[in-house]
């Protein structure tokens, strides 16, 4: 066996496997997708990074590749600036987004659920 391979051998699959840029933060909050056709749904964050995210509660069109608008709150049709993300997978009633931009330092909302993992 050579060298290069012996080393990739013995690395968990768990390491090998996470590509991630930063680590996640687990959080239970109250969020809205939306399409660019208009659909809008509520979801629940599961995870959180500066760069994405993991959300439970899904339907029919959520489609990896899609862009999509994400909002925290419940309330569809809040005034509160989305963020836009492409949805990088859809596994049953999960799906998980890359953010287009990280997270602005301006938006207090998303820093302080990633910091404190606030639950709602």
Do not use: K
């Amino acid at each position: 066996m050579t060298a290069p391979l012996a080393r990739l051998m013995a690395t968990p699959p768990r390491v090998r496997d996470d590509r991630r840029r930063e680590q996640r933060h687990a959080v239970r909050y109250d969020a809205v997708l939306e399409s660019a056709r208009g659909e809008s749904i509520p979801v629940r964050l599961a995870d959180i990074s500066p760069h994405g995210c993991n959300v439970r509660g899904l339907t029919d069109w959520l489609r990896p590749g899609a862009f999509i608008a994400i909002r925290l709150g419940n309330d569809i049709g809040d005034d509160e600036p989305a963020l836009q993300a492409i949805v990088r997978w859809v596994r049953g009633d999960a799906a998980g987004m890359e953010f287009v931009r990280p997270v602005p330092a301006a938006r207090r909302d998303w820093h302080d659920l990633m910091d404190l993992g606030i639950e709602a």
